[in-house]
């Protein structure tokens, strides 16, 4: 199964991609761009992170035959993110 941020929901296919932990070894469960040194690297809810990932869309639809839409890709946050360890309640 993919590794993808729990935070973010980024695909991490390498270690290169992991956050790290305050002792400096990687996290398994966020990415480098939301977690460093044991810290989420952005104070923010669960729906500011998604309008910050929308903004990285034109590259998530590179090479796609049917691009998505801004608001398919929110749709799709809105449903995924909640299971997604960072925002569960």
Request: aromatic share 10%; with cysteine.
């Amino acid at each position: 199964m993919e590794r993808i941020c729990q935070s973010c929901g980024m695909p991490m296919p390498s270690d290169e991609l992991l956050g790290t932990n305050a002792d400096g070894s990687h996290n398994n469960d966020y990415c480098t761009y939301c977690f460093q040194q044991g810290e989420f690297t952005q104070d923010c809810t669960m729906d500011e992170m998604i309008l910050h990932c929308v903004e990285f869309l034109d590259e998530f639809n590179k090479g796609l035959e049917k691009p998505i839409t801004r608001e398919e890709a929110i749709a799709m946050m809105k449903e995924a993110f909640p299971e997604f360890k960072r925002w569960k309640k």
